[in-house]
């Protein structure tokens, strides 16, 4: 067989490349991205398998009304962490997904080893108010959920009255809390992600919240059960684990996630670049063995199911799902075409696709070919982090180079006219509420004064405008001693020739812009699936679902488990 | 006192620092600048707080260096460490040799160690720093001062007025200096006056609450009671 990126005289094409930038880093693609084996739900259920975590120590302090706490340690090779969670009894009225909400049904910290009493004083007073509290450097992580009231009483009342709950039911909400944030990282006095980052668990991105949030399924499985025994006594059902499975944790993502990938740009730039090189790994593949034709074809299969139970009230996305749903059946049928020794399958099956199917598609072909290929593909995951801090300004660049830079990789905004109200109708901007992120509208509200610098291909064709005054030789040293205010853009354009990927290829001011994109693309990396946006702005994902719990972990799928299964 | 994560000291830099009216470029090497002298446990956000108060929105030229040869100054005031700071390290590549720059009525020379710092690995120059009494040398990323540094960080903190910063390429340490360490991991002690004048900045960032962003600006209702 064939290496990787090898030259293949007898192949259409010569060498796989990764997929270029101006088509990878569009929006439409971006918000059309879906979970893969390199998301960061399923590195951390294959490490917890992989290194035998397991829960340790659980303490459940919680009453008759639902309220009180709960613990959960679980313990790897070198390091314990514990979830803590608060249940309260919240008023309906107040059950608000949105950052300017002050009370949650459940509140939880990631404690850093085994807490005291002491601590767990400390932190049931702190903890419930969120961002009113303070945590400290023994916590990783601070989150908040809220009960999907329908479900939650279909499941305590089924069970109370020793029946299960409804499958159907079960599977159309998809989970009975949702997180409403889960911030990580030093927020709120928590530590630093630098602290903990040398720790093998924390080497991918976002494991400490991954592992709160699976964390917090076990909590609400447990609590369900609770108030049900509560209300229905000894003759109150237990619910049968293959239903408690499928049970995933759902969260509800506005707008705070979207500036996340704008002002990550070498983080984001790994995270695509990790992504684009696992697929030309398959593509690069000559022949494809029977039993990997199998898992793919298995998945494709799963995933059909899995899409069968998307649903969306958003008319954009009802569409995209149709369409992916017709353009999956399309790709069955091609399978069921091609002979599985073809050789090049891969990279044929790739082309295919981009001339037959709709983006959507395309994306989830792209995550589906990875999939039987773990000892190709996983190493990658320890690329995906990026280091912290800011890139220094190569001020000894000449402007003219400078010029260049722009002119290749910011072609598609240099085209847009900037002077029009449609291509800057948007500002970015954090409310005084509870510094909610929001996004409005520059020309009819006070809003331009408050700007976030969220529009780097907007200020970057500004740079490109102010440059045209200086001679072609004048440093960038010079030019930002006269116009600081071009700094940012200067950063940017000069990661952007290293860093391919760090940069969306599409205008996130215009009129037209559809935020939940940016929010999809963040949330499919993190694992989740059946994006379903609330308005343009906000969206419900699911996470976890079908995944064992730590109970079970060590002897059940700890990774395609993300794909329902058939029967 | 009050402690902050590293992350949140440089939210909360990097927001006052707009808040006072630098533009976002410079703001994030105010970032920059914070995180070095946290690792180090310096503390450098009295001296921010002290810049911000002095520039306070005023248009950041009165605080740009005018260059004539080696000697930095300010044609009507004194001079920004952000600004400095930054015009250094964008010349990382073009000082060469034994340069030697003298910057006039420098405001809060503490915050212009990060960038000496970063000028010394970017330009693989050891690169030294004195002001008043006090010495800094900086030999890629190793430091040897002549205080330790929490006397290092009084000294800087009893000093509030502008002052004349010398900056020239040193060769070897001498022997009277003592060693630096960094730690990565630091977190930020500061005094909750400080920590209030940087939230007033900061606060300065954040759009007034109007009946129409909270009902429009998020995309969402006020209640999922669902």
Known sequence: MANRNEPRPDHPCDVVQRRPADVVMRLE?????????????????????????TITHKTFCIDETGVGYATYSIAGPHNTYTLVAFAHDLPPEQRSDRVIATAWDATFTLYDGIPSEADISRLAANVPFQEAGRISSTELTLARANRSVRLWEHVVTALAMGKQPDKQQIESVGYLMRTTAVYGSGKFGATDRQAVADRPEFSVPFQAEMLTVYLIRTFVRDLVQHMATVQGGPTTAQLEPDLARRLGIGNSTGLGMAPFLVNHPQLFNNWITVREEALVRVRSLESVSLPDWEVFKDLLARTRLSVDTWHSAHPLQTEKIQQLTVDLASLDTHLRQVEPHTQ???????????????VEAQECLVSLMMEPYADLIDDLDGCMSAPDGTLPINGSMPVNQLR????EHYPWALKLDWDTREQCARAWYVSEEKLEPRLGERFEEPIEAFEQPLAPARDVCRLHAALVSFDAETVCAEFLLRHPEHRHAVRRAQLINQAPYAEIRDNTISASLVPFDMLRCKLAFFGATHFDPRSDRWLRICLYAN????????????????????? | MVDLSANEAASLTKLAA????????????AVVAARWLCSCELSGSQALVLLCQQVDRQPLSRFTPHMDGAIWTSADSSLCPLICGSALCDRATLLTGLFHIVIKNLISPILLLPFVSQLSVQSGLPVQIAWNELVLMVDAERMYANRDVKEFDQSCSLNVVPTTVELSVHI????????WSMNIDSRQTLS?????????????????????????????GNSDNE
């Not at chain 1, 960061?40 to 975590?53: K, P």
């Not at chain 1, 099956?349 to 037959?356: G, H």
């Not at chain 2, 900045?201 to 759009?207: D, E, F, M, S």
């Open chain 1, 29 to 53: 693609r971006l918000g059309s991205l879906h979970q893969s084996r390199l998301s960061f739900m399923r590195i951390l259920t294959r490490r917890l398998q992989n290194d035998n975590w």
């Open chain 1, 344 to 358: 090049w399958l891969w990279d044929r099956l790739y082309e295919w696709s981009v001339s037959v199917l709709g």
């Open chain 1, 404 to 407: 260049q830079l722009i002119e």
């Open chain 1, 547 to 567: 995944a064992p719990y730590p109970d079970e972990i060590s002897s059940r799928d700890a990774d395609t488990w993300i794909y329902p299964p058939l029967h």
């Open chain 2, 18 to 29: 707009r808040g006072a009216g630098y533009p976002w470029g410079l703001c994030e090497e």
């Open chain 2, 172 to 179: 070897a340490p001498s022997a009277s200096l003592v060693e």
């Open chain 2, 192 to 220: 909750p006056a400080c920590l209030q004048e940087l939230q007033k900045l900061a606060q300065r960032t954040y759009a007034p609450n109007t009946e129409q962003s909270r009902l429009q600006g998020a995309g969402a």
